[in-house]
Nanobody, 117 residues
């Protein structure tokens, strides 16, 4: 069982930046695809970004060019650098660990990101 703990959410003005972090308990962290998803109340959870075991990255079209995902296997941590934030980026952001592209099997509890206009 992989336990994931997100941090770094908060309130930011449009155009600003935030960096989310997700610390994993699992010492085999490097074996997992690590990703970020987000959810707005009343809507389905959507894919944001993912980094594979080899370091390949995947992004949704809505964040491509603004967000950067990275991982530090020595620290069992994945990051999401979010720049040029927009009000429509407001959501609860969830960290996920999985074994395939665009999927998650283990989930954190989420961290709220609010972007004011």
């Amino acid at each position: 069982q992989v336990q994931l703990v997100e941090s770094g959410g908060g309130l930011v003005q449009a155009g600003g930046s935030l960096r989310l972090s997700c610390a994993a308990s699992e010492r085999t962290f490097s074996n997992y695809y690590m990703g970020w998803f987000r959810q707005v109340p009343g809507k389905e959870r959507e894919f944001v970004a993912q980094v594979s075991r080899s370091g390949s990255t995947y992004y949704s079209d809505s964040v491509k060019g603004r967000f950067t995902i990275s991982r530090d296997n020595a620290k069992n941590t994945v990051y999401l650098q979010m720049n040029s934030l927009k009000p429509e980026d407001t959501a609860v952001y969830y960290c996920a660990a999985g074994s395939c592209t665009y999927c998650g099997h283990y989930w954190g509890k989420g961290t709220l990101v609010t972007v004011s206009s």
